[in-house]
Nanobody, 127 residues
Framework: QVQLVESGGGLVQAGGSLRLSCAAS????????MGWFRQAPGKEREFVAA????????YYANSVKGRFTISRDFAKNTVYLQMNSLKPEDTAVYYC????????????????????WGQGTQVTVSS
């Protein structure tokens, strides 16, 4: 089973950018669809972005569409979340998730779609 480690979180001013990374262990990275979720204090975990195992399909929450970009690097076994034009409401703990699938175009939009989760990385956007 793959293990996930997120990094790249931090404190940034509104309008700034951050790039989150999620490093996956093992040699089966290409068999996993990947996703990013976030959870703000007192709120439920919400979907942010997802990418298929092939990397050819992506999906975004409306709240981040046009500002965030998900991508994956098969050579580095890493999935990224580039976050631009950050807003205070983007403040949350961001989690990476993986779903083993045989479907090359599957993109999971629900937390229940995913089998494995990272520990999370804090993103704080100041106004």
């Amino acid at each position: 089973q793959v293990q996930l480690v997120e990094s790249g979180g931090g404190l940034v001013q509104a309008g700034g950018s951050l790039r989150l990374s999620c490093a996956a262990s093992g040699r089966t990275f290409g068999t996993y669809a990947m996703g990013w979720f976030r959870q703000a204090p007192g709120k439920e975990r919400e979907f942010v972005a997802a990418i298929s195992r092939s990397g050819g399909d992506t999906y975004y929450a409306n709240s981040v569409k046009g500002r965030f970009t998900i991508s994956r690097d098969f050579a580095k076994n890493t999935v990224y979340l580039q976050m631009n034009s950050l807003k205070p409401e983007d403040t949350a703990v961001y989690y990476c998730a993986a779903k083993a699938t045989v479907l090359p175009r599957f993109v999971g939009r629900e937390a229940s779609n995913y089998d494995t989760w990272g520990q999370g990385t804090q993103v704080t956007v100041s106004s």
